[in-house]
Structures are given as structure tokens and as C-alpha cells.
């Protein structure tokens, strides 16, 4: 299992990576999913495989408190272009990883709200992608 | 000289990524073939035209152009004592074809050095095709001596001038090899010796391309994708300036990882793995890459019943 305070965030661009200098959290919104379903008169105790979001990407959301003014730059300018990118999250001791291939930036990555809590001193970088892999190491105990 | 004022003033360090590796070279061919009477040999000359051949040999080398190639390496000798010639020439292929019109016998004699491409020859006796596509990464090619090596010629310029890697199963073919039965054309299969069928409707049709018993492309395939990693590493390495850390060595293998998803989605290979892991050495990662053989489907074996039951 991921830890942040163990892990690394950010994305490849032309074979170079850049890495979010601090990094609050990063949530995951994964399409597909499975159901079963049956017939309204309910004798059908097995029921039929049935699956949805097969046609929505998934999704990752990191929410950077604060990273280069070079990296912030370019984001804007990939958003802006629609270019494509390998969005990651790394585990430093491990080298577990996620990465989202080929995806696109979703949202503006523009610092959203402005006041005196923490929470508003950070930006979304949220990403869509069909494309995601990932490298699962066994946690020690 | 960049000026003083300008230097003081803005110093710029230049910077320029790494560009990939050039794989042209595997892709070229080099025959080697007997010379005109009274004609050099040793040199290898690259030939873009069936004129610039025919002005050193007879061979019928000019069909890889007629196939498909932009140019071939030509090499007359009047026998096969290649070492010296390959180890001192700057010209890349990873193919040598040998003319069929080279016998048994001299072919015994064939020293390459160190070259480790595909070599074909052709040659009118089974026993001999079969026993040559036996070995390393060679190709027997069974063709009639009156044909002079041009099925041979015409098989490989398909293949290396094709946009990707494919096998040319059944394409058809420019002569016929005299097999026209399903006992030679089985005899021909079960030795795994590359051959042209000739049907009476289909007429001439490539009816197996092999390497050493393998895909023909195959080892063209290992080839291409070992370069190709190489110089993804090195692209990686260069750009990225990596530290010693698990974390770079997953991007790492992410990176060679997405070369060999490359050719999973051409279909080319069915799967393969790249894992890389750190070691207790200074500078070096350890890399395990399985990549399974590229296989080619040429014959169907079909049982079907009739009737209703």
C-alpha cells in the first residue's frame, strides 16, 4: 500500500520527468465496474454479469501544494495544447508505482481558492487516462 | 568564437537530447556472388540500380530491387572467406544472402567471423537447403539452379522492404521450384527448408519461410527490439539523469517496458516483461527482459466431420 510521505508525484512529457515538489494526496477514480442484475421476479439467485464504464477513463487527482514555477508553466502550456503525458505516483523505498499512460490533463491546474486555511494554498493536476499500469510490491512486515 | 560581451552578459549551456538509434542497417543486405569473368573482387559496392549490378556480376541479386529494396551491398568473390572483408568494411546489413551459385562445398568453407545476421542461400538439393537452415540464424532456400537464386532474392526484398515485420505467407512468388505435389511440399515442411509451391491456380506461391526453424522474422524481430531498448536506456539515462534509487529504476523500467508494448500491439510478440531492480554495484541496475519467440501461422490442421446427428 502507498504511503505519501513515502512516495513521489508527477509526469513524463518528451521522455522527461517532473516531480511535484510537495505533494498533499493524490485520489484515484477508477470507470469500470461490474454488476450483477436479474429478472424482477427475483428466483434468479445467481444472476447475469453486467458492467458499466467501460467507455469512461480513469481518473487521478493529485492535489499539489506547490511545485516549480518552470513545472507550473509547462502544465499550463500541455493543458492548453492537449498534449499527452505519463501522470505517476512512486513509492521512493519500493518502487511500487501507478502510472496513468497517455493521459490527458483534465483540469485547468489553477489554484482554485484563495484564503487563509491550507487547504486553498494548492492546485488540482487531475488527469484522464484509458491507460493505466501498474507495479504491485509485496509490503514488508 | 561566440562573442565575449555576449558570453559575460548570458552564459547558455546547450543542451540537446539524445536521438534514437538508427536501425536502417536491418533492413540492408549484402549478396555475395560470383564475379564477371576477369571481374574484381573483395569490394563491396552498394548497388541502387540492376545496371550498377550487372556491371559486376551475373547474379540475379537485382530482384531485392525489383522486390521492394532501395539498394544492395554487393560483394563478388570468387570464394567465401568473408572475415577479413566484413571486420574491415564500414557498411552495416544483417543480412548476407549467398548466390546459389556457390556449391556445397564452398559454402563448408563460408567463414564469417563474428557476423551474427541471417545468411540465406539457395540451392537445388533438399538435403543440402536442410542442412545449411539447420544452424544459427540461417535460411535454406530450396529453388531450382535455373531459377538463379531469384525466389531467394525476391522472398527477402518482400520481407525487408515491407513497413513492418511480417512473414509473407502465400505471396506470390516470380518462378516455380518444380514442387507441385503435397508429398514434396510436406517432405519440404517437415525439414523446415524455405520453399516455393506452385499450384494450378494460384500458380507460384512462397509456401514456407523459415530461419533455422523459426519465424523468419524472428531473429530480425530480437534484433530491431534489443537496439531499440539500448537506446531507449540511453535516451532515458541522458534526459533524466537518474540517482540510484528504487523509484528510478521503476521509471526506468516503465520506460523499456512501454518498447516492448510497442511490439505487443503491432501483434508481433504475444506478451513481455522488463523488470528493473537495483544491486549492491556502484552505477549498474539490473535488468531481466522476457520476451517470448515471434511465431508465424502457415498451416491449418483441420478435422471436420459431415452429417447431422
Known amino acids: 500500500m502507498f504511503q505519501i510521505w513515502n512516495c513521489d508525484g508527477g509526469f513524463t512529457y518528451n521522455g522527461v520527468n517532473y516531480k511535484f515538489k510537495d505533494l498533499n494526496s493524490v485520489a484515484y477514480t477508477y470507470s469500470q465496474k461490474n454488476h450483477l442484475i436479474r429478472g424482477a421476479n427475483a428466483t434468479n439467485k445467481m444472476g447475469i454479469l453486467s458492467q458499466e ?31 499527452r503525458i505519463d501522470a505517476f505516483f512512486i513509492d521512493r523505498r519500493t518502487g511500487e508505482y501507478v502510472i496513468f499512460k497517455d493521459a490527458i490533463i483534465r483540469d485547468k491546474p489553477r489554484q482554485a481558492n484563495v484564503g487563509e486555511d491550507d487547504t486553498s494554498h494548492s492546485f488540482m493536476f ?16 | 568564437m561566440k562573442d565575449v560581451l555576449l558570453e559575460y552578459v548570458m552564459k547558455v549551456d546547450a543542451y540537446a537530447p539524445t536521438p534514437s538509434a538508427s536501425t536502417a542497417y536491418i533492413r540492408k543486405v549484402l549478396c555475395v ?45 570468387n570464394d567465401l572467406n568473408l572475415a577479413d572483408i566484413l571486420e574491415a568494411t564500414n557498411k ?16 563448408n568453407e563460408l567463414d564469417d567471423g563474428d557476423f551474427a545476421g541471417v545468411i540465406g542461400w539457395s540451392v537445388e538439393n533438399r538435403e543440402q ?30 520481407m525487408l522492404s515491407a513497413n513492418n515485420w511480417k512473414n509473407q505467407q502465400y505471396i506470390e512468388m516470380p518462378f516455380g521450384s518444380g514442387i507441385s505435389s503435397i508429398n514434396q511440399a510436406e517432405l519440404m515442411f517437415e525439414d523446415s527448408i524455405s520453399f516455393v509451391l506452385t499450384s494450378e491456380e494460384y500458380k507460384n506461391r512462397l509456401a514456407l519461410f523459415a530461419s533455422n526453424r523459426r519465424a523468419i522474422v524472428a531473429p530480425y524481430v530480437y534484433e530491431e527490439l534489443t537496439l531499440k531498448l539500448q537506446s531507449k536506456a540511453l535516451q532515458y539515462i541522458s534526459l533524466n539523469q537518474p540517482n540510484y534509487t528504487e523509484s528510478e529504476a521503476s521509471l526506468l523500467e516503465d520506460a523499456l517496458q512501454g518498447v516492448v508494448d510497442g511490439y505487443v500491439e503491432q501483434g508481433i510478440l504475444t506478451h513481455g516483461k522488463v523488470v528493473v531492480s537495483l544491486t549492491d554495484e556502484q552505477f549498474v541496475v539490473q535488468a531481466s ?20 446427428i
Open chain 1, 53 to 83: 464504464g467501460g467507455k469512461t477513463p480513469d481518473v487521478a487527482e493529485y492535489e499539489v501544494q506547490d511545485c516549480s514555477k518552470a513545472i507550473y508553466t509547462l502544465l499550463l502550456q500541455l493543458f492548453e495544447e492537449r498534449q
Open chain 2, 92 to 107: 552495416k546489413f544483417f543480412t548476407i544472402l549467398v548466390d546459389g551459385a556457390f556449391t556445397n562445398e564452398e559454402l
Open chain 2, 33 to 77: 556472388v560470383k564475379p564477371l569473368p576477369e571481374g574484381a573482387t573483395g569490394t563491396i559496392t552498394e548497388c541502387t540500380t540492376k545496371s550498377e549490378i550487372q556491371a559486376l556480376t551475373t547474379a540475379n541479386c537485382h530482384v531485392l530491387l525489383e522486390a521492394g529494396l532501395p539498394s544492395v551491398y554487393v560483394l563478388p568473390m
Open chain 2, 289 to 308: 527482459i522476457n520476451i517470448p519467440e515471434p511465431k508465424a501461422l502457415w498451416r491449418i490442421r483441420a478435422t471436420m466431420k459431415q452429417g447431422e
Open chain 1, 126 to 141: 487531475a488527469v484522464e487516462s484509458f491507460n493505466v499500469t501498474e507495479k504491485v510490491i509485496e509490503d514488508e512486515q
Open chain 2, 129 to 158: 537447403a536442410k542442412n545449411w537452415g539447420y544452424g544459427n540464424n540461417n535460411v535454406g532456400f530450396y529453388d531450382l539452379d535455373v531459377n538463379g537464386s531469384q525466389n531467394m532474392y525476391y522472398a527477402f526484398g518482400k
